[in-house]
């Protein structure tokens, strides 16, 4: 019986999906991609497959997989990587922490500032603004001070070696597409070394420059 490929419907400008292509290239897994358009509404099929409507969402078969961080977990253990994903209780709950600890108490923090400078700017369709251009400078500056204040907690949560949990692990796939882009955004990592130490090993991961991101 023929196997279907993975479909990925995602968007290339999308943090969230590039969260997943980044461990799909990790895996060396196949797949297909179906782009979705940013602008809303979103065409009627995807929010049939994806109530939500937000990108991405995975389609494995029969499993249809919404959630970045739930595709990570999925395909993670799918092709059992415990490297990745470890399965004893105690490592899975630290990787799980992290997962959670980023999209709950970061990201939020981090996406005004991201708003400002790159969603007026640019074409959000296919990236490339510039945060130079945003026309409120004094807020612009402000949610990037803001970022910076979660930053600090959050380089307390983290290890020392360039990587989220001490080895690298779906947890560097989910923050990686962010702080990729955050590249890109006039923040001082000076004290915070181990937030710099995984920004850059992001930077040149393999893995991710597969997966082609853009910003
Ligand atoms: N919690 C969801 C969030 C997905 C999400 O918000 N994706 C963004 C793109 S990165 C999106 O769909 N934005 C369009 C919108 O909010 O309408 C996940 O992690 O997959």
């Known amino acids: 019986m023929a196997v279907e490929p993975l479909l990925l419907y995602d968007h290339p400008v999308s943090s969230n999906s ?27 099929g995807y929010v049939e497959l994806n109530p939500f409507g937000r990108i991405p ?35 899975r709950a630290h990787v799980d922490g992290a997962l959670d600890t980023w999209a709950t108490l970061v990201r939020p923090k981090l996406l005004p500032a991201e708003d400002l400078a790159f969603m007026s700017t640019g074409d959000w369709e296919t990236g490339g603004g510039n945060w130079e251009d945003a026309t409120d400078q004094a807020a612009l500056a402000e949610a990037v001070q803001t970022a910076h204040g979660v930053l600090v907690n ?20 989910c923050v990686g597409p962010v702080l990729w882009r955050w590249l890109r955004l006039p923040i001082d990592l000076a004290e915070l070394p181990r937030t710099a130490a995984v920004q850059r090993a992001i930077q040149v991961h393999p893995s991710l420059l597969a997966a ?4």
């Open 212 to 215: 082609r991101p853009i910003a």
């Open 57 to 91: 969402t995975l389609v494995d078969g029969d499993l249809v997989l919404a959630e970045s961080n739930a595709i990570l977990r999925y395909l993670a253990d799918r092709e059992g990587r415990d490297d990745l994903y470890p399965r004893a209780p105690r490592e």
């Open 154 to 173: 959050w380089e307390r949560t983290i290890a020392d070696n360039g990587t989220v949990t001490g080895s690298f692990s779906i947890a560097d796939c």
């Open 18 to 44: 590039l969260k997943v292509r980044f461990l799909l290239a990790e895996l060396g897994l196949d797949y297909e991609r179906s782009h979705v358009p940013l602008a809303s509404p979103r065409p009627a």
